[in-house]
Structures are given as structure tokens and as C-alpha cells.
């Protein structure tokens, strides 16, 4: 019971700062990272989940693909999910903006 304790104090940090993470899936995310020390800067644990795009250019040309599906899947599986929660909250949020400069003629 002590360690379960120990762990819920290190995931509550994550799912009490956004709301749409739920509790499981800021405990799977918690688990699959498993060393937080072993990626020193956010850009390396993106690098690590596989959620990077590649980069193709050529004298003047940038092309940049879809993510690279390197690293863990399930981490990149439960990442993209709370991305697509986030993309609603957003949009969401977005609307209720746009109402407001309508309705109020802010613009």
C-alpha cells in the first residue's frame, strides 16, 4: 500500500494538470516513461515516444511526413489520444471565443 502511494503522488501532477487526462492514462503514461533521467530536455522524450516528424528537404524545398512510429507504441498510443481530448477542449474553447466577438461585436 506504501509504494502505491508513492507512485499516485508522482502521476497526480499530470492528471491535475489538465483535466482530460483521466487517471489511468496518466498512470500508463507514468509507467511507460519508467526513467524520467533518461531523456534530459522534453525535445528528447518526444524523440523517445516517436511522435517526430522527419524532415526531407532539398535546395529549396522542406517537406516534413507523418510521425515517425519509432520508439514505444503504447506511449505513443495514450499521447495521441489525450492530444485528440485536448483538440476538442480547444476547439471548444475556440467557438465559445468566437461567440463572444460575434455577439458582442468586439472586432
Given amino acids: ?5 508513492r507512485e499516485r503522488k508522482l502521476f497526480n501532477p499530470i492528471s491535475s494538470y489538465y483535466s ?15 526513467d524520467i533521467t533518461r531523456s534530459l530536455t ?11 516528424t522527419p ?10 511526413g507523418k510521425i515517425t512510429k519509432q520508439g514505444n507504441k ?20 475556440l467557438t465559445h471565443i468566437i461567440w463572444v466577438v460575434l455577439i458582442y461585436r468586439i472586432l
Avoid at 23 to 31: H, M, P, Q, S
Avoid at 80 to 88: D, T, Y
Wanted: a positive charge; proline letters at 2%; one cysteine or more.
Fill in 1 to 5: 500500500m506504501n509504494k502505491i502511494n
Fill in 20 to 34: 482530460r487526462i483521466d487517471f489511468f492514462t496518466a498512470y500508463f503514461i507514468l509507467c511507460e516513461v519508467v
Fill in 42 to 52: 522534453p525535445k528528447k522524450l518526444v524523440s523517445y515516444s516517436g511522435i517526430v
Fill in 55 to 64: 524532415i526531407h528537404q532539398s535546395d529549396i524545398f522542406s517537406y516534413t
Fill in 74 to 93: 503504447y506511449r505513443r498510443w495514450a499521447l495521441i489520444e489525450i492530444s485528440q481530448k485536448a483538440k476538442v477542449a480547444i476547439t471548444n474553447r
